[in-house]
């Protein structure tokens, strides 16, 4: 994750995933289910290792631009 925003491309499939997939008040269904009658399914198994790994990745990127919020209110 950069809060620099260089990095929005590879967050794109991730936020369409999001938004196709909660269901709406108004309708109590989601976009994709609306669209193709069926739930949008994740298509990952979480139990594989490389599916872990990419995880633990994932929140070390997070915990490290916390860190550098957090440097930059004290700076503040």
Known sequence: MDYKQKDWLEWLASAEFAINNKAYSTTKVSLFMA??????????????????????EFMKKIKKVQEEIEAALKRA
């Open 35 to 56: 669209n193709y009658n069926r739930e949008l399914r994740m298509g990952i198994d979480i139990r594989r290792k490389e599916k872990i790994e990419k995880a633990t």
